[in-house]
């Protein structure tokens, strides 16, 4: 009993360690496991944050991790990823289940519903427990309902959560709708990220309702904030500040409306991302009626949105960088880069891909792997489909069909880049009375040259003009702004005159008023005085002969009232 005593406690102080040292418990885990703490997870480990690519974690080597995250309360950092943007068909895999020595293709574990479920359970308690946690990103994992009400409930019960993404993750409109719930009521969450979640407007909506709800809980603050005539800063309120959510083709005009008429009496957020959601130039439009009310957003991306013109994108543009021009906080907000369209596949091959490209060659392997390509984009197929591709390629027939196709791809960017210049370069020769022109058309190297440089300070000095053009936007909205304020300045002044003028005459008349009654209230006094005394003599001099009637006048003569 003593032994198994002292083991228990020794067992609590290591579970109570455990959750301040990921490392060591993690570690210990794997020890008692017999197996090999994953490199990736130690080496960020120690400085507070675990950023793991789920497609390397085998099945044995996921129940110390999660047992060991399940605690713990240090983490700043917690992401898992996924880089296999499809699921392999049944068809892959019933060829590729066996290779030519009969070992098994291993498929990586956190595609099983039980191992995401056994994720969502872990990562929920340690959002119960912990108060450093301020980022959790999952990427391209499988999420089921099960999972996402399970994640909700963590997230409800979190307390320093800032950055929240599920990019990927194809969770659906109904499950965005139970994380915007655990969302709404969290005072810490700066940024949300659903990207490619698979929205449509419905979706837009339900995240169009969590910025009002924040903006409602915000204003509240502000009014707070500012009693006792104090000014309110609304940049160091804490709240929601970025929603992303690019890569939803299915939000279009009705959750970019939405979002718009959200965001027209909103103070706080700073940014708002929706490249690829199918918008049209109705949303496109209905985000730039935004400006009108909201001075605050430093981004709203509608890149690679095909259907909204470009005049329109740049006008929405400029009057972004107008406002960021005046803002203090445009740096914490910086632009995403640009989504890949096309769909990613897997750069890692399994072992027996591998194998079977070793004995077979690059043609047999590239055989292998046809049905495997087929998610590359139609754009990339066509580009090496054509007559100039198959031409290259048999000219570089020894080397691999990688490097060709790369090499084939840099020289027709070179080539572009080229004509581009080129076309420039003739543009000036035309308005330039010089003899350029000849030299072009020979093709005289150095004339290329003076026309490439040409056509680079051409497009700095457009460049500099583009950004002069922005910086005078600006200082004349800050001038109009600043003469609006005066103007109101001055209007309030000439009213405080008028009432301070009414004023002084009221306090005049009433002064005057009061005067007048305290005199005509004296000379009654005065009248009753003297009337009361007339008659107390009155009453004397008859109470005197009243004596001398009676015989009695020896008293009036004491009293010294002579006869």
């Known amino acids: 009993l003593i032994i198994a005593a002292m083991s228990s406690i020794a067992t609590v102080q290591v579970r109570q360690r455990g959750s301040i040292d990921f490392p060591a418990y993690y570690e210990s885990l794997c020890a008692l496991q017999d197996t090999c703490p994953l490199r990736e997870v130690l080496s960020g480990a120690r400085q507070g944050r675990i950023d793991v690519n789920a497609d390397r974690v085998r099945l044995s080597d996921w129940y110390p991790l999660l047992k060991a995250l399940q605690i713990n309360k240090s983490l700043i950092h917690v992401a898992f990823r996924r880089y296999r943007r499809r699921e392999p068909s049944q068809e892959e895999q019933q060829s590729w289940s066996r290779c030519r020595f009969g070992s098994r293709v291993?498929?990586?574990?956190?595609?099983?519903?039980?191992?995401?479920?056994?994720?969502?359970?872990?990562?929920?308690?340690?959002?119960?427990?912990?108060?450093?946690?301020?980022?959790?990103?999952?990427?391209?994992?499988?999420?089921?309902?099960?999972?996402?009400?399970?994640?909700?409930?963590?997230?409800?019960?979190?307390?320093?959560?800032?950055?929240?993404?599920?990019?990927?993750?194809?969770?659906?409109?109904?499950?965005?709708?139970?994380?915007?719930?655990?969302?709404?009521?969290?005072?810490?969450?700066?940024?949300?990220?659903?990207?490619?979640?698979?929205?449509?407007?419905?979706?837009?909506?339900?995240?169009?309702?969590?910025?009002?709800?924040?903006?409602?809980?915000?204003?509240?603050?502000?009014?707070?904030?500012?009693?006792?005539?104090?000014?309110?800063?609304?940049?160091?309120?804490?709240?929601?500040?970025?929603?992303?959510?690019?890569?939803?083709?299915?939000?279009?005009?009705?959750?970019?409306?939405?979002?718009?008429?959200?965001?027209?009496?909103?103070?706080?957020?700073?940014?708002?991302?929706?490249?690829?959601?199918?918008?049209?130039?109705?949303?496109?439009?209905?985000?730039?009626?935004?400006?009108?009310?909201?001075?605050?957003?430093?981004?709203?991306?509608?890149?690679?949105?095909?259907?909204?013109?470009?005049?329109?994108?740049?006008?929405?543009?400029?009057?972004?960088?107008?406002?960021?021009?005046?803002?203090?906080?445009?740096?914490?907000?910086?632009w995403l880069l640009l989504v890949n369209s096309t769909v990613t596949i897997t750069k890692q091959k399994t072992k027996a891909t591998v194998v079977m490209s070793a004995k077979k060659g690059a043609l047999s392997s590239r055989s292998h792997l046809s049905t495997k390509r087929q998610g590359i984009s139609s754009q990339t197929t066509a580009k090496i489909k054509s007559p100039q591709m198959r031409h290259a390629v048999k000219a570089q027939k020894r080397l691999p069909w990688r490097t060709t196709t790369r090499f084939i791809k840099d020289r027709q960017k070179n080539e572009q880049r080229y004509k581009g210049a080129h076309e420039t370069s003739s543009v000036l020769s035309s308005l330039s009375s010089t003899s350029s022109e000849s030299g072009s058309q020979t093709g005289d190297p150095v004339s290329s040259v003076l026309h490439r440089q040409d056509a680079r300070g051409v497009v700095s000095i457009q460049q500099d003009l583009h950004r002069l053009q922005v910086e005078v936007e600006s200082c004349r909205r800050i001038l109009n702004e600043e003469s609006d304020a005066r103007a109101r300045a001055e209007a309030k002044v000439v009213e405080l005159e008028v009432e301070n003028k009414q004023l002084k005459a009221e306090i005049y008349s009433k002064h005057s008023r009061e005067s007048q009654k305290m005199a005509v209230g004296g000379v009654a006094a005065d009248e009753h005085l003297l009337g009361t005394i007339e008659a107390s003599f009155k009453q004397f001099h008859s109470f005197m002969d009243l004596l001398r009637d009676n015989d009695l006048g020896h008293l009036c003569a004491l009293v010294g009232h002579s006869n």
């Open 106 to 334: 291993r498929f990586p574990a956190i595609g099983r519903r039980d191992m995401t479920l056994k994720l969502s359970k872990a990562i929920a308690d340690c959002l119960s427990v912990t108060t450093s946690l301020e980022s959790l990103q999952l990427e391209d994992i499988s999420l089921q309902s099960a999972d996402v009400s399970v994640l909700a409930k963590g997230i409800g019960r979190n307390r320093s959560l800032k950055n929240f993404s599920v990019k990927y993750c194809q969770i659906g409109d109904n499950n965005v709708d139970v994380l915007c719930r655990s969302l709404k009521n969290s005072k810490t969450i700066v940024s949300v990220d659903f990207s490619g979640c698979c929205l449509t407007g419905k979706g837009g909506k339900t995240v169009a309702d969590l910025i009002q709800h924040q903006a409602t809980e915000r204003h509240s603050e502000a009014w707070k904030e500012s009693l006792r005539h104090r000014h309110p800063n609304l940049n160091s309120m804490s709240g929601l500040k970025r929603v992303t959510l690019c890569s939803n083709p299915l939000l279009g005009d009705k959750g970019a409306v939405a979002v718009s008429e959200r965001l027209k009496d909103d103070l706080w957020l700073k940014a708002i991302d929706l490249q690829q959601c199918g918008i049209t130039n109705v949303g496109a439009r209905a985000l730039q009626n935004v400006m009108q009310y909201n001075t605050n957003l430093v981004v709203i991306d509608i890149r690679l949105n095909q259907l909204v013109d470009p005049g329109l994108r740049d006008a929405i543009l400029d009057e972004v960088t107008a406002n960021a021009a005046t803002d203090t906080t445009q740096d914490m907000f910086p």
